[in-house]
């Protein structure tokens, strides 16, 4: 029999749960001092893996006022107060990590052109950057790709008016977890998209990610690399990306911990196109942060099929009112594999709207699917319209998914709503095929297929469409 849990909770009271932070008060000059001086508060285990993380950095330092480093400095003390999760942590409750935490883990330290990944890639009409092991290994920009003032390169190549203008922005989120400090750690670039006031870029930019070091099932050497991209859209911009990640290898054995930083300014709009097709065998954790000020627009949509072990954590925050935030997603597991959504989004002002739309399928005994959603509705947050909704279908015995939608309300003058539905195909609807003349299998098939159709049709691009489509449809 298949397994699945739901755990609904709709709250209508503030829900106080901070973890508390050991911070050092001197301030410190490199992470080398950092690491040093707060060892004793550490996992060993973490410890080793942020020493390892420095070390892979030696030949790449940044400047002390850049950024970069400062997300360095700052994920390394953040870093070193925090243990390695297990499931007595509830936002791992479901979701066992100890598949990375038992690998001989090592960072990726060195650019290297591979030549198979960019001789053999898919030709694509946007603007695109392939990124190997975190680092920008091409860039393809024509010449009216992109309107005058867009920015999309690496942090180092920054017009110099432009420099501070996003180096504001940089790394203000006090929320990650550990793998969110990982990453901060041990990116070795940052990407950078910038779209000036009132520009609005046709086309979107493709962000292709390729793991180029291969790790050892047998002796269990994990590589790991850390992307970084941040977005700002200023006021009135509006841009799409797409981003992409790639298993060039089906067993290959790695691990892909990147972060996407947004900040989208009033009346501003971002069209953000995920899609996840890493091999079977590798570890994928995704941290995407968002922020969205007075009228803005956000829009995620998401196929996630690929990793052993899967994981997107999405935090939106809305800093303004009439602000828009839409979530679209879809996971399925075809093999022996965790995927898991935790999503957060935090209204803060009046006639804000929400809409989060998740959708799974476990087509595998051992797979199991996981979601958690939160959506907290502040006090000043008045007229707000949320909802969300998860439905999963559970194809084979065994097979499971747990799902916790959670739906916090502390306004008073609100419409939200949450549901969850857990099931396999509906008898009525494949009578309703043999009735037809159409057989068993071939009515399984269509219905399998049109349940993942809704989120895919969602994406604003044809070619992304058609590029998720043919790709469900060849695992189904």
């Known amino acids: 029999m298949a397994a699945a849990t739901v755990l609904g909770r ?64 700052s994920s390394a003390e953040t870093l070193l107060s925090t243990p390695w999760p297990s499931r007595k942590d509830e936002p791992f409750r ?3 990590t100890s598949f990375i935490r038992f690998s001989q883990i090592e960072p990726v330290s060195t650019h ?85 006031q009132g520009c609005k870029v046709e086309n979107p930019i ?49 691990w892909t911990n990147p972060v996407l930083e947004v900040v989208v300014q009033k009346n501003g709009k971002l069209k953000h196109s995920y899609l996840q097709k890493e091999s079977m065998a590798s570890a994928h954790v995704k941290w995407t942060f968002v922020r969205q000020e007075a009228e803005s627009e956000y829009e995620l949509v998401e196929v996630s099929t690929g990793g052993k072990l899967g994981r997107h954590n999405v935090h939106v925050q809305q800093l303004g009112p009439d602000t828009l935030t839409e979530l679209t997603t879809f996971h399925m597991c075809v093999n022996e594999q965790t995927l898991d959504l935790h999503s957060k989004i935090v209204l803060d002002h009046p006639r804000g709207s929400s809409r989060q739309l998740h959708k799974c ?76 003349g159409i057989d068993l299998e071939t009515a399984r098939r269509a219905l399998i297929s049109s349940f993942g159709s809704e989120v895919i049709e969602k994406f604003p691009n044809r070619e992304i469409r058609n590029q998720a489509r043919n790709h469900v449809k060849g695992l189904l």
């Not at 004793?40 to 020493?51: I, T």
């Not at 030709?123 to 003032?149: K, M, R, Y």
């Not at 994990?222 to 841009?239: D, M, T």
């Open 10 to 73: 709709l709250s209508l009271i503030p829900t106080l749960s901070s973890k508390p932070k050991l911070k050092s008060n001197r301030r410190t000059t490199s992470t080398s001092v950092s690491i040093r001086a707060q060892a004793s508060f550490s996992d060993p285990f973490v410890l080793q893996l942020a020493e390892s993380l420095e070390d892979s950095l030696a030949a790449s330092p940044s400047s002390s006022s850049s950024p970069l480093q400062r997300i360095r400095d």
């Open 94 to 96: 479901f979701t066992d």
């Open 112 to 196: 290297q052109r591979n030549s198979e990944i960019l001789d053999n890639l898919t030709e694509t009409q946007f603007p695109n950057a392939v990124i190997i092991d975190g680092f920008v290994s091409n860039l393809t920009i024509g010449p009216s790709d992109l309107p005058d003032g867009v920015y999309f390169g690496s942090f180092s190549g920054l017009p110099d008016e432009l420099t501070n203008r996003v180096s504001e922005f940089i790394g203000n989120f006090d929320f990650g977890d550990l793998f969110w400090s990982i990453n901060g750690m041990g990116a070795p670039d940052l990407v950078v998209i910038y779209v000036p």
């Open 206 to 254: 493709y962000l292709r990610y390729f793991s180029g070091e291969i790790g050892d099932r047998e002796s269990k050497r994990l590589p790991v690399s850390n992307p970084r991209v941040f977005v700002l859209v200023e006021e009135g911009g509006e841009i799409g990306i797409v981003e992409e990640f790639v298993g060039k290898d089906e067993e290959g054995f790695y």
């Open 361 to 436: 399928i476990v087509a595998h005994s051992s797979g199991q699917a996981v979601f958690d959603g939160n959506v907290r509705v502040n006090r000043l947050a008045q007229q707000t319209n949320a909802g969300q909704l998860t439905r999963s279908l559970l194809l084979k015995p065994r097979a499971t998914v747990n799902i916790k939608p959670n739906l916090q309300i502390i306004a008073d003058d609100v419409k939200c709503s949450h549901g969850a539905a857990i099931s396999d195909l509906e008898e009525d609807q494949l009578f309703y095929f043999q009735a037809r």
